[in-house]
């Protein structure tokens, strides 16, 4: 058997198990919270896990060695430090992150400054995480072709075939635990391949001088091993341009929500950045070995050489291990977990944006869990062939990951972080923040794109160190300007806005209307009996799923709650809409669509002081929706 037909046979197997892992959660998924959030229960490991997986992708790993190889340790400021700082910064912010009762990024913004800002929000996310794949497709593209000689478009149909059919399944939690898979897959191969080159140079092999491990490492020059030999100046423009972008990325926070707790999701980021570091360490230590296996590659310097560096871990896989092939489809098998684990937490984030701040939140409103999951399936499939077509157009592998990031950044970052911890931050000032900056950068990135010769220095840089990046300084610049500036000219954000964060407008805005309930009541004992409780972390989980005896007209059927009973708001749209009695927006009652036309979905999750004032108050909100459609001739069913 060749080294082609045990890869197809290690994939088939492999992809087999991540659809069983997958099928596995599908039967556990009972509420939207179990598929977007993996149910709010992920630990710290599988969390540092995923997290490190997700940043760690098959192009990223083939680019990250080809800088080592020209640049040393002065090109970690380009993709390496941000990947391992950003999610320690995450790990400081997440006691934030978590305390916010959404499941995406543009649901947060919406409730932060109202409607006007979801949508483009969602369009522009979908946009980042679509150009993050294209360097998971590049990267695959890339292995198969050097091991295998196959067409690009292979990559392409691997990684949408697999990843559309786990995700799907299973969502985050699959997405999640095939992670842990996937990065034990990466780490083996990376950790495996830097002896494997040490000790092709100890040897003597591939036609090299033998020397020793000692002699090796001794023989690297000093420079080489300064990691600010790119300069402080060029440190900083770096870290300003990318970092605020990656801090900012849907995907990290998703996570952080679904972790049991803060202080596990805090300690997930933290394990997944030593990870990384570990995984980037063997990518060093492979670099210093192959340079002396391929000195002419290192000769030519940044720019020009990268060509041939990016590559160059393959090919020596390919030349090492040209009588083991075996080791060739396991490291296949390798790359392509790196890229799928990527791919598949940048089209669930998409996808995201598309099925619930796009098709429920503007087209259909009423959508039931099956037609978002349906949306949800052709949207991952949508971004994967997206991103091939985009691999097309951008060909480096690090700079679709930098071009996606410096979008981010410009356009969102302030919007996001200034609704976040500035209460006078508008509606008005996040809107033209976020235009204002997506434009100014998209339009520096084409100008570069076309400027720049090939394999050449980027064309902006040329003009000044401060346009390196695509310019992403001066949009970000930019976008703060017109963020702050037009925030302090307009009207600050209303109560309801402001209550998910910040908690003494909570406090105030809130209503404390629970009626009395007795205990012993046989009806709130029979509620109970239906209703559905976990504990993970600080918090229970209270999900009451519901069933409606006729047809139900959800749009009216909110507004005649809103008008019956003032507590209930809709801050973020009609598809959900919350109780509000008190600060804690996590903690209050929130209604949903179910899985099919007549079920709707009753939730909680408030902190384990207050868990039996909570059912009382999830009682209260069932009797209130219950009288609500009675008036309408529907009854109320528990499942």
């Not at 100046?233 to 990325?249: H, K, Q, R, Y």
């Not at 410009?410 to 911890?421: A, D, E, K, T, V």
């Not at 209550?499 to 629970?514: D, H, Q, W």
């Not at 009753?602 to 009682?619: G, H, S």
């Amino acid at each position: 058997m060749d080294s082609y037909s045990i890869f197809l046979v290690m994939l088939i197997v492999y992809i087999a198990g991540l659809v069983a892992i997958s099928w596995y959660f599908n039967s556990r998924q009972k509420s939207i919270t179990d598929f977007w959030l993996a149910g709010r229960m992920i630990g710290p490991a599988a969390l540092g896990f995923s997290a490190a997986a997700s940043w760690l992708t098959a192009g990223g790993i083939l680019a990250v060695v080809g800088y080592f190889m020209l640049e040393g340790m002065g090109s970690i400021w380009g993709f390496v430090a941000p990947n391992i700082l950003a999610l320690l910064v995450i790990a400081v912010l997440v006691r934030k992150i978590k305390s916010l009762p959404a499941i995406t990024q543009p649901e947060l913004l919406e409730q932060r400054y109202g409607s006007a800002i979801r949508l483009p929000i969602a369009l522009i996310i979908t946009v980042v995480m679509i150009l993050f794949s294209v360097a998971d497709i590049t990267g695959l593209s890339l292995v198969l072709q050097v091991f295998y000689g196959l067409d690009p478009l292979y990559a392409a149909a691997i990684i949408a075939i697999s990843v559309s059919l786990y995700v799907t399944l299973g969502g985050l939690s699959a997405v999640i635990w095939t992670d842990v898979i996937q990065f034990a897959f990466l780490a083996i191969f990376a950790i495996g391949i830097a002896f494997a080159a040490v000790g092709t140079v100890a040897d003597g092999g591939l036609n090299t001088t033998a020397i020793s491990s000692s002699e090796l490492f001794g023989n690297v020059p000093g420079s080489w091993w300064n990691p600010f030999s790119i300069g402080i100046p060029m440190v900083l423009i770096l870290s300003f341009a990318i970092i605020p972008g990656w801090i900012t990325e849907q995907d990290p926070w998703q996570k952080v929500w679904a972790a049991r707790d803060a202080k596990s999701a805090s300690r997930g980021m933290i394990l997944g950045s030593l990870m990384i570091a570990l995984v980037f360490a063997a990518c060093a230590v492979i670099a210093i070995a192959l340079n002396s296996i391929y000195p002419e590659i290192a000769k030519l310097g940044y720019p020009a050489g990268m060509a041939l560096a990016e590559p160059a871990l393959l090919n020596f896989v390919n030349e090492r291990f040209a009588y083991a092939p075996v080791v060739i489809a396991f490291s296949a098998i390798g790359l392509a977990a790196a890229s799928m684990s990527c791919t598949d937490t940048f089209s669930t984030s998409g996808a995201s944006c598309v099925s619930r701040d796009i098709f429920q939140r503007y087209i259909k409103p009423d959508a039931t869990m099956k037609e978002m999951l349906a949306v949800n399936r052709i949207s991952v499939v949508a971004i994967i062939l997206a991103a091939t077509a985009g691999s097309f157009v951008i060909p480096n592998i690090i700079d679709a990951i930098q071009i996606a990031t410096f979008i981010a950044s410009s356009s969102y970052f302030f919007p996001l972080m200034g609704g976040l911890y500035w209460k006078r931050a508008t509606k008005e000032g996040a809107f033209a923040g976020m235009v204002v900056g997506f434009v100014v950068q998209v339009t520096l990135v084409v100008l570069d794109l076309i400027k720049t010769p090939i394999l050449a220095s980027n064309y902006l840089e040329t003009i000044h160190p401060i346009l390196t990046g695509h310019g992403v300084i001066v949009g970000m610049t930019m976008s703060a300007i017109v963020f702050f500036g037009v925030s302090l000219m307009t009207k600050p954000s209303s109560k309801i806005n402001l209550a998910p964060f910040f908690e003494e407008e909570a406090e105030e805005l809130a209503r404390y209307e629970t009626k009395g309930i007795n205990e012993t009541d046989e009806s709130y004992s029979a509620f109970l009996k239906n209703v559905d409780e976990k504990v993970t972390g600080e918090r229970a989980h209270l999900q009451l799923n519901l069933q409606t005896s006729g047809n139900l007209n959800w749009h009216e059927m909110i507004e005649q709650l809103k008008t019956s009973y003032p507590a209930w708001v809709t801050p973020t749209g009609l598809d959900s809409i919350y109780r509000l009695t008190h600060g804690d927006m996590l903690a209050c009652v929130v209604i949903t669509r179910g899985r099919g036309e007549r079920d709707v979905w009753l939730k909680a999750e408030p902190t384990l002081e207050v868990v039996e004032r909570q059912k009382k108050e999830l009682f209260t909100a069932y009797q209130e929706l219950k009288k609500v459609l009675d008036q309408k001739g529907v009854k109320l069913n528990f499942y």
